[in-house]
């Protein structure tokens, strides 16, 4: 379900890592741009739940919960 250039881990210009905490409930993406300021301004994260986290300075931290701190898109 994923595409041959994002199962390799970087995508127009950011890279993708999954960490799975407990894979049947707890996961978590983050989104970092390779070059910061140059390929991407913005970090991005995802969870289990669907919610999509920001954060402008610093790539977006997720508990052992899968929650976050960060803003959340579209709030």
Known sequence: MIDEVLA?????????????VDPEYVWFVTVSPTVPGETGDRYFGGNMAG???????????????GSSTDAVLGN
Do not use: H, W
């Open 8 to 20: 390799g881990g970087t995508k127009q210009g950011y890279e993708f890592r999954l960490t799975t």
């Open 51 to 65: 919610l999509i986290f920001f954060n402008s300075k610093q790539p977006v931290q997720f508990r052992a919960d």
